[in-house]
């Protein structure tokens, strides 16, 4: 095995700005402490951890970006680095002209461009818009123009940060094809990704950061997986309900005043054992003032990261526009039966103006609850929870 | 040729403590060339995309300015031009001012512009002021094509000179390079420096004789140009194009000197600062 990656005692420290006592002050903040690792020729190396663990400044640092405040890093072989997509789009260019740019900027030279231009518009499937400006491409269609430039590179390292949240699920499989094809190539693969089925299935290596440090490094991406996720629900953000604590940031449109998960008799409980029972969320919304188009919602995220669903109150009727009124609103929503594996599953609440503005975004939602679904128990053999999927419905096999 | 494969196929370091040669530095933006001519005309064609006269603007907007000055100060305030018309003579200067002061005006803002790259893709930073005066050349060369047509038009006779023209062009963007370097990454940290920048330039423009000879004056404040390095580019570029006399020994001497000692300090100051630049922006 080569090496081609060797990083040795590498640490970073941020000065960022904080407030105390109504002082701006500056705090030292280590995004990486001290990290050692040796990355091999043909390694896919998944990083895991939460965000603000270091995973990013890891990127960043290998690819360039930003400086090491000490450590040593030792790398052989062309970089390629995907560390947003877009990056280097110009909304008032065309997407051919876009494609020569961003090819440019991610190191391709126009020779190299021009051998492969006709592959690469055929994998984004934008074909029709080359000559549109890049500006009326919808997000779905810039994503896909950059991967596919990207995805060309063929360097020797590639370098990519959580690409595949965007996209839709079409797109995303061609993309992990893709990185199939770079993987059985022999080149070398860091991928950082909140997705936890994708760093399974593609990965040979996990590593997990926290808080800047290296706690995990094997070859057994699942175990190092489940780690994580152990660690992850531990956190005390994962109650079963959620209630307006005193010090969250407020605005003048909405707020979220309370959420329960209520059994059929109006308890609060933290499991659902079983699908054929009812189950309720209980959602207090307080609005400030008539605001139209206001709409509020959860998703239902897996403990692998995997985005069930989202519902929001503009699905019931997009005309039904001022469904709020000024003061609290409480709403009692039925829980469909989701037939879920056992597992832990979070809901995160957003709120927005559709259409407009988003007030409180899913991605960093504080405004969650978590619940288990522990469906064992009416299960003989629990086969189910070890096969690769996100439901686990019990289907009626009877012979006719 | 791809453009990084040359550069990383041999071992690659980072460190926390990166020295580069002078000459590594060069050699590093010529690799990415590819990126920073990409870049320019990224910033030509979308300046003038979505303008109706497009790319006439170039033409328009000195033309106006000289309209302007010939009016004010050819005609009202008659400021003596000597043998050559007003027009041309005010012409001449705007051309290589403008070129200087929107060098140094984009050059200090373009950390700032291009701040969407640098967080997310690695090239030199140092060839990061380069992509506006790239940008600025080509509308160089172009009003000084309206120049040779006001030179016909007013009967003026061109120069032999006029062969030193480019060698000109290349020290005042040395200057402007330098002054950029030193200034970007300031302005990056503090956006006051970009506004000062401006109110600076409008002040030396008065400073400097684009818009009088420096014959307008009393004679014995003639010797105070030589040290206004501006002046004596300017001078030799109305030299080179419409005959005029030719700058002193010593304002050559001082013109070279500041460009290279500004050069020397701007790669000191853009060293120093890139890395803080790069995790603040």
Not at chain 1, 135 to 141: A, C, E, H, L, N
Not at chain 1, 190 to 216: P, Q, T, Y
Not at chain 1, 241 to 251: L, M, Q, S, T
């Amino acid at each position: 095995m080569t090496e081609v990656i060797k990083i040795e005692n590498l640490s970073k420290v941020y000065r960022r700005p904080i407030k105390r006592d109504d002082k701006t002050i500056t705090e030292d903040f280590w995004a990486l402490r001290d990290v050692s690792l040796s990355v091999n020729q043909g390694d896919i190396l998944g990083i895991i951890g939460k965000n603000g663990a270091g995973k990013s400044t890891l990127l960043k640092i290998l690819s360039k970006i930003t400086t090491p405040t000490s450590g040593r890093i030792t790398m052989s072989g062309r970089v390629g680095s995907l560390l947003e997509v877009g990056t280097g789009f110009h909304p008032e260019m065309t997407g051919r002209e876009n494609v020569y740019m961003n090819g440019n900027v991610l190191g391709m030279s126009n020779a190299e461009i021009n051998r492969k231009f006709e592959e690469i518009v055929d994998f984004s499937g934008v074909a029709d818009f080359l000559e549109t400006p890049v500006k009326r491409y919808s997000s779905g269609m810039q994503t896909r123009l950059a991967f596919a430039v990207a995805a060309h590179l063929e360097p020797e390292i590639l370098i990519i940060d959580e690409v595949l949240a965007v996209g839709d699920a079409e797109f995303q499989k061609k993309c992990l094809g893709k990185m199939e094809e770079i993987e059985n190539s022999g080149r070398t693969i860091l991928f950082v990704s909140h997705n936890m089925n994708a760093i399974k299935n593609l990965c040979n290596r996990c590593i997990w950061l926290k808080d800047g440090l290296k706690v995990e490094d094997s070859r057994q991406v699942s175990s190092v997986i489940s780690k994580y996720l152990q660690n992850a629900s531990d956190l005390a953000n994962n109650l079963s309900y959620w209630e307006k604590p005193i010090n969250i940031k407020e605005n003048n449109i909405i707020s979220f005043e309370s959420i329960y998960l209520l059994d059929a008799g109006n308890n609060p409980v933290d499991q659902i054992a079983d699908f054929k029972s009812e189950y309720y969320l209980n959602v207090k919304v307080k609005c400030f003032k008539e605001t139209p188009r206001l709409a509020v919602g959860f998703r239902v995220v897996s403990e692998n990261g995997d985005i069930l669903f989202y519902s929001s109150t503009s699905d019931i009727d997009d005309t039904q526009l001022s469904l709020f009124r000024v003061g609290v609103n409480e709403f009692k929503i039925k829980l469909p039966e989701l037939h879920l594996k056992s597992g832990i599953y979070k809901l995160n609440f957003f709120a927005g103006i559709l259409g407009e503005c988003s007030i409180v975004s899913p991605d960093d939602s504080e405004i969650a609850i978590a619940f288990t679904v522990d469906v064992n128990q009416r299960r003989a053999l629990n086969i189910q929870e070890d096969r690769s999927a996100i439901l686990a419905p019990l289907l009626d096999w009877r012979l006719t | 040729m791809p453009v990084t494969k040359s550069l990383n196929v041999q071992k690659n370091v980072i460190d926390s403590s990166v020295r580069k040669s002078v000459f590594y530095q060069i050699k590093e933006i010529w690799l990415y060339r590819e990126i920073f001519i990409a870049l320019a005309f990224r910033d030509i064609k979308a300046r003038y995309k979505q303008s109706v006269l497009g790319l006439l603007w170039v033409i328009i907007q000195p033309i106006v300015t000289c309209l302007v000055f010939t009016i004010v100060f050819g005609y009202f305030v008659r400021v003596d031009s000597g043998d050559t018309p007003y027009p041309v003579f005010v012409f001449s200067g705007l051309l290589l001012w403008q070129f200087f002061s929107r060098n140094l005006g984009e050059g200090t803002g373009s950390l700032v512009a291009n701040s969407a790259f640098i967080n997310k893709i690695y090239f030199p930073r140092m060839g990061i002021p380069l992509i506006g005066l790239l940008a600025s050349t080509v509308d160089f060369f172009l009003a000084l094509v309206i120049l040779f047509v006001l030179m016909i038009w007013f009967g003026v006779a061109f120069q032999p000179q006029i062969i030193f023209a480019p060698l000109i062009v290349l020290v005042t963007l040395s200057l402007s390079y330098a002054g950029a370097l030193i200034f970007a990454p300031l302005n990056a940290i503090y956006r006051d420096v970009g506004m000062a920048i401006g109110y600076g330039t409008q002040f030396l423009m008065y400073l400097s004789p684009v818009i009088y000879p420096v014959s307008f004056l009393p004679e014995n404040y003639h010797w105070l140009f030589d040290f206004n390095p501006v002046a004596t580019l300017l001078d030799w570029m109305r030299w080179a194009l419409i005959g005029t006399t030719l700058p002193s020994s010593r304002a050559f001497i001082v013109l070279g000197a500041t460009a290279i000692v500004f050069l020397i300090i701007g790669r000191t100051v853009f060293r120093k600062l890139e890395s803080t630049v790069v995790d603040r922006i």
